[in-house]
């Protein structure tokens, strides 16, 4: 019995695992993929479509529109690259074996209560540098996570400034 709940266990750890790469995947992805689509959008618009502001303008919003739907994609991806790294430390907890290290810096209970195959802090430049104590805690995806809010701020005042700038007078 104890053997076919370990491989059932197993089973389970492999399919996490590669649903957590799948996710943090995606969450990689996304941001050049948008950056992309947003300057290709906004190099027509502002190159090729220099005299017509209206279609401009459609083509600004329609650039925000998918920015804000593949950030909102992004967060999901997040979300459930966080409930399956919980769910792979269960398992491990469960195995009674140790943890593998999936964050840049683990919380510390984590470090108390089981040991990691490889204990290794992030690189003296990364944390040394900023002040002590952290104001948040540091993770790259709160870096992709502004990104995406600059794409959004910055195609939201595209927007306003082609209407400002462009708007006819006669209105």
């Given at each position: 019995?104890?053997?076919?709940?370990?491989?059932?266990l197993?089973?389970?750890?492999?399919?996490?695992?590669?649903?957590?790469?799948?996710?943090?995947?995606?969450?990689?992805?996304?941001?050049?993929?948008?950056?992309?689509?947003?300057?290709?959008?906004?190099?027509?618009?502002?190159?090729?479509?220099?005299?017509?502001?209206?279609?401009?303008?459609?083509?600004?919003?329609?650039?925000?529109?998918?920015?804000?739907?593949?950030?909102?994609?992004?967060n999901?991806?997040?979300?459930?690259?966080?409930?399956?790294?919980?769910?792979?430390?269960?398992?491990?907890?469960?195995?009674?074996?140790?943890?593998?290290?999936?964050?840049?810096?683990?919380h510390?209970?984590?470090?108390?209560?089981?040991?990691y195959w490889?204990?290794?802090?992030?690189?003296?430049?990364?944390?040394?540098?900023?002040p002590?104590?952290?104001?948040?805690?540091?993770?790259?995806?709160?870096?992709?996570?502004?990104?995406?809010?600059?794409?959004?701020?910055?195609?939201?005042?595209?927007?306003?400034w082609?209407?400002?700038?462009?708007?006819?007078?006669?209105?």
């Amino acid at each position: 019995m104890f053997r076919v709940r370990t491989e059932f266990l197993l089973a389970q750890y492999r399919e996490a695992y590669e649903s957590m790469r799948q996710h943090s995947r995606l969450v990689w992805q996304i941001p050049p993929i948008v950056a992309t689509i947003d300057g290709a959008v906004l190099v027509s618009a502002f190159t090729f479509l220099q005299t017509n502001w209206v279609v401009r303008e459609v083509l600004i919003v329609f650039a925000l529109v998918l920015t804000v739907a593949l950030f909102h994609a992004m967060n999901k991806h997040r979300y459930f690259d966080e409930i399956e790294q919980g769910t792979l430390s269960q398992i491990e907890d469960e195995l009674n074996v140790k943890r593998i290290q999936r964050l840049t810096v683990p919380h510390k209970d984590s470090w108390a209560r089981r040991g990691y195959w490889c204990q290794k802090a992030p690189s003296p430049w990364s944390l040394r540098s900023w002040p002590q104590p952290l104001p948040l805690e540091l993770s790259a995806y709160r870096g992709l996570f502004v990104a995406m809010w600059f794409f959004v701020a910055g195609l939201v005042f595209l927007a306003g400034w082609n209407v400002g700038v462009s708007w006819p007078r006669g209105f």
